[in-house]
């Protein structure tokens, strides 16, 4: 028997939460150690995973199945496509960043480092899923300690609010999705929870149509789509760096992903039913969200609204059901998760020493923590869509279709380049250039040698993906032309 | 009805059918032996007897007193002897030994032999409750299971609460199982004959009218939702819930509630089957039950301010989750409200059991006590998590499996709009649950420095309910499969 990867990947992160539990709770460099070690573990098999992918052969491969509750056929079934492994990747860079970011964590990191990595679990076990009952199940997993990851670390002034939000917010989106995916079931007849089989059921197009919009918004809330996008810059805000980068970096594409796995893969019907009406609230997203970033004055929810902004141009990639658009959502996606978690990482770190995220009251950071604004620059160019640079491999593409199917959407949506360069020169110039403010001549400092490590890594990623977009794009081609295929060659 | 079953002697298959009875009519006894004759210091070893024994008659039932694949009416037809009741009894068993264990460190109660006999009692009622099969016999089952229960609630004396919590629990008790009594004489006047499995084909062939099958139909389930705590019957399950002792306040919500679950469901199948036209009337009535339960549940147990109370307004919306399934009056409808209540008495017990060790140290049940917890005892917090989270119906713990099986169960009946009043309830249970572990969690309080020594007996309880949670909410197959065959029984 092959050894099996993709499980491990999914149980590493659990197995080690358990562990770190079991340590004492003032063992505190056991724990962080642990902790790294474990990430390093995932981090390295997600590699694996990623590059032993076969990009010739195309389909699912690494496929695991195993019965769980075969008397409602349900199966614990995991595999990898073109779609899914940049998105693993992403969550193994993702956890092993923020396990480095998070060093510095004093109030019970055990407990932290326990619900961080539960979380872990639950977004693997989403990605890797192939039986729609094992995705709501991990689905579930990787939203609860959200809840307590931003209500206890997170930052005093808004966590326990928008720590309810958030939750309250995903949850009923996940709920009601599930009454969706149990109205599937029982409509296929299969008796079957296999995705691979519900995507031959033959839904009829009336049944698609109805509960479509379910399916798609119910995991779309998580994605961030407009106008159930508000739970999103609060939450990012409210919470610690780590959580921020997991949140925005990884958890927002558990949405997308969810939504196209389990909306558009298995209901195509509907999804050509309604995109056109989708793509118009992704263009509110793209556009919207990239003008309240930039009439922001806190760091972090400049940041946090450009996240909404970024997410929409993956939904809108998606939203045009082409070939074009598609493959750049799916590069955005990960794109976007390397970049965001850069993103709030900078912020994190500037915070940390500033002890205040107000855009007007900082200056001249460059000064004291070169590397930070070196790494902030490269994520700005990638945001803002630069060649050389891993946006520009994603927006390019999501661009072309959008003006292959709505070319007046694609053009209102270009204005969105401008406002991000906009907000992300503003900061550039505003907070990392000038001289530095006396306030902060004191005790600001420069970052660890973990946070660089950290930084270098995930701005690394950026710049390989930018340069060499063969390592990636081949990949992401292979799984559009599958979903491509359900849509009946669209 | 065939005469048969009330002629011939006892034989060895009916000996083993109650078996479990039996055994804790011994082991219950034996408490009382002891009670009479151990000295004060070795008292506190009573709970511990008591939920060895429990384990022991568990044991011993499983392996030898397991029903055949075929229902088989006993004792003259006053038990059937299915795996609906078997696999109600061994849960009743299995919740009153946690119970036991929960009691044992607890002051004024944890050392009285008589403690455990009336628990033991009530079980007894209880596991009768479960596989009656005739109108006389479940009365006298529901009698047994509930008047040690009230004395229960009330026993401690001193305590002004929990002798009002007796009283009351009384007087609603009272109330409602007169009026269910009613109904009873009614039914067995209209059909004939006592049996619940006769009562069927005694009224079809009465051709009663149907209001007057309606009136009955409503009479009893005032006394069966009283035992399960639906709305408008639920009055008394806050105001009970808070002053009985805290361990019995988790057996009245879980084994109690359970018990009235398996009498409604064999009731209602046997002698108003789906078949007859009255089957329409009580589905919607159920319907309507189960959406106000879950409603006025969730919404009532926001505003709480001591967790009993809340508990209790959970319990109550958790029933009106279970219903769900009734509702759905399919064999996935019936299994998933065995297999919904299986979850629930893991978890809800495991709750109750938090708070009875929390309370036992801290001497307060307001969940505002409950601040700096986490720090005081990790250990105690996250037991409180995994039960909270589990009624919030959270993967990877059994309460997600669970909903998850009741909203299959009333998306495959065509009942979608009911599967949505589900989700959006478990909306607002997430809600509150989450306002606990914040507290928990989150708020400091100048008590966090003082210990929170949990007793082993309490460590060992809350330990199995733990993994029982979990091991419910990944290894789902077993369960199921129990939970499948026990709802067979019903068709």
């Known amino acids: 028997m092959q050894f099996p990867i993709l499980s491990v ?23 962080r150690m642990t902790a790294l070690a474990a990430a390093t573990f995932a981090l390295l098999l997600s590699l694996w995973a990623y590059f032993s992918y076969d990009v010739s052969a195309g389909g699912y491969q690494l496929l695991e199945k195993y019965t769980w509750l075969p008397a409602l056929g349900i199966s614990y079934q995991v595999g990898i496509d073109g779609m899914n492994a940049p998105l693993i990747l992403l969550t193994g860079v993702v956890m092993f960043t923020g396990v480095l970011i998070s ?30 009952f094992m995705l709501f199940f991990f689905y579930e997993i990787a939203v609860f300690p959200m809840y307590l990851l931003i209500a206890i670390w997170g930052w005093k002034e808004t966590r326990e609010y928008a720590a309810m939000k958030l939750t309250l917010y ?36 009336r049944f698609q149509q109805i509960w479509f919009p379910f399916v798609f918004f119910g995991f779309a809330v998580l994605g961030g789509i407009f106008p159930f996008h508000n739970w999103s810059p609060d939450g990012h805000v409210a919470a610690p760096t780590a959580v921020s980068m997991f949140h925005a970096g990884v958890l927002m594409k558990l949405g997308a992903f969810a939504a196209l796995r389990v909306g558009i893969m298995l209901m195509p019907e509907g999804a050509k039913m309604h995109m056109p009406w989708i793509i118009l609230l992704s263009l509110v997203n793209v556009v919207y969200g990239a003008y309240i970033a930039s009439v922001q004055n806190d760091f972090k929810y400049v940041i946090g609204f450009s996240s909404v902004s970024h997410m929409g141009l993956v939904a809108m990639g998606f939203a045009t059901l082409t070939r074009n658009g598609m493959i750049g959502a799916g590069v955005q996606m990960f794109s976007h998760g390397v970049m965001t978690a850069l ?27 070169p590397l930070v604004a070196v790494a902030f ?114 | 009805m065939d005469t048969s079953l009330f002629a011939g002697s006892v034989n060895a298959s009916m000996i083993l059918a109650v078996l479990p009875e039996i055994l804790l009519l011994v082991l219950a006894l034996v408490v009382l032996a002891l009670d009479l004759s151990l000295r004060d210091e070795q008292r506190s070893s009573l709970g511990w007897i008591t939920a060895g024994g429990l384990l022991v008659t568990i044991l011993i039932s499983l392996a030898v ?31 009153a030994a946690i119970t036991a264990l929960f009691s044992s460190e607890l002051a004024r109660m944890g050392k009285r032999g008589e403690f455990y006999l009336l628990m033991l009692a009530s079980t007894l009622g209880m596991n009768l409750m479960a596989s009656s099969a005739d109108l006389i016999m479940l009365y006298l089952a529901i009698e047994t299971t509930s008047i040690p229960l009230y004395v229960l609630a009330g026993f ?46 005694g009224i079809s062939s009465g051709q009663l009218p149907t209001g007057a099958l309606f009136g009955c139909l409503l009479l009893i389930l005032v006394g069966f939702g009283f035992k399960i705590s639906v709305v408008p019957l639920h009055f008394w399950a806050p105001d009970v819930y808070e002053g009985a002792p805290t361990p019995i306040a988790g057996f009245l919500s879980t084994a109690s509630k359970a018990a009235g679950f398996a009498v409604l469901m064999r009731v209602l199948l046997a ?45 109550i919306a958790h029933a009106g989750y279970a219903l769900i399934g009734v509702v759905a009056a399919s064999q996935l409808g019936m299994t998933s409200v065995v297999f919904y209540l299986v979850a629930y008495i893991f978890t809800n017990l495991a709750a109750f059991g938090v708070v009875a060790a929390f309370g036992r140290v801290a001497g307060s049940d307001d969940i505002a006590a409950y601040a700096g917890m986490s720090r005081r005892s990790p250990w105690l917090a996250l037991a409180l998590m995994v039960a909270f989270l589990s009624l919030a119906g959270m993967p990877p713990f059994g309460g997600f499996i669970v909903k998850f099986a009741v909203f299959a169960a009333a998306v495959n009946a065509n009942l979608i709009w009911l599967a949505f009043v589900g989700v959006i309830n478990s909306i607002i249970g997430l809600y509150y649950y989450l306002t606990v572990l914040k507290v928990v969690y989150l708020y400091r309080s100048e008590e966090e420095e003082k210990p929170l020594p949990v007793p082993a007996s309490h460590t060992l309880a809350l330990g199995l309910l733990v993994v029982g949670i979990i091991l419910i909410g990944t290894v789902l197959a077993p369960w199921f499969g129990m939970s499948n065959t026990a709802a067979a029984g019903l068709f």
């Not at chain 1, 019970?108 to 729609?132: K, M, S, W």
């Not at chain 1, 279709?401 to 110039?429: F, L, N």
């Not at chain 2, 339960?293 to 147990?301: D, Q, R």
């Open chain 2, 271 to 315: 002698a108003f089957p789906l078949n007859s036209e009255i089957a329409g009337y009580w589905v919607a009535i159920a319907a309507v039950l189960s959406t106000v339960t879950m409603t006025v549940g969730n919404f009532l147990a926001l505003a709480q301010k001591n967790i009993k109370r809340m508990l209790a307004y959970s319990s």
């Open chain 1, 343 to 369: 993103f709030f990482a900078v912020v994190g770190m500037v915070y940390d020493q500033a002890h205040t995220r107000d855009i007007p009251r900082l200056s001249g950071f460059r000064k004291v923590m």
């Open chain 1, 9 to 31: 990947i999914i149980f590493t992160p659990i197995v080690a939460a358990v562990l770190i539990l079991f340590i004492p709770a003032e063992r505190k460099t056991e724990v």
């Open chain 2, 65 to 95: 007193g397991r029903p055949g694949a075929e229902s088989r009416f006993v004792w003259g037809g006053m038990l059937r002897h299915d795996w609906l009741g078997f696999t109600f009894k061994m849960m009743f068993l299995f919740a």
């Open chain 1, 377 to 490: 620059i490269v994520g700005g160019l990638v945001s803002m869509g630069m060649p050389g640079f891993s946006g520009f491999i994603a927006e390019f593409p999501i661009f072309m279709g959008v003006w292959e199917s709505h070319p007046w959407i694609a053009i209102v949506a270009a204005i969105s380049i401008v406002i991000t360069a906009s907000y992300i020169i503003r900061i550039i110039g505003k907070v990392f250039f000038g001289t530095i403010p006396e306030e902060f001549d004191h005790h600001v400092h420069d970052v660890t040698v973990l946070d660089k490590v950290a930084l270098v890594f995930l701005s690394g990623i950026l710049i390989i993906v930018g340069v060499y977009p063969s390592i990636m794009v081949p990949m992401v081609e292979s799984g559009v032309d599958k979903i491509l295929a359900l849509l009946g060659g669209a």
């Open chain 1, 103 to 132: 060093w510095g964590i004093d109030d019970r990191p055990r407990e932290f480092f326990a619900f961080l990595f539960i979380l872990a679990t639950g977004v693997f076990g989403v990605f890797v899923a192939l039986d729609l």
């Open chain 1, 170 to 205: 995903l949850f009923i989106g996940s709920v009601i999705a599930l009454v969706g995916a149990l109205a599937m079931y029982f409509s296929s007849g299969l008796g079957t929870f296999d995705m691979l089989a519900l995507e031959q059921a033959g839904f009829s197009t």
């Open chain 2, 156 to 201: 401690l004396t001193r305590d002004e609460k929990s002798t009002e919590s007796g009283f009351k629990y009384l007087l609603f008790g009272a109330m409602t199982s007169a009026v269910m009594l009613y109904g009873f004489s009614l039914l067995f006047g209209f059909a004939g004959t006592s049996s619940i499995y006769g009562l069927a084909q």
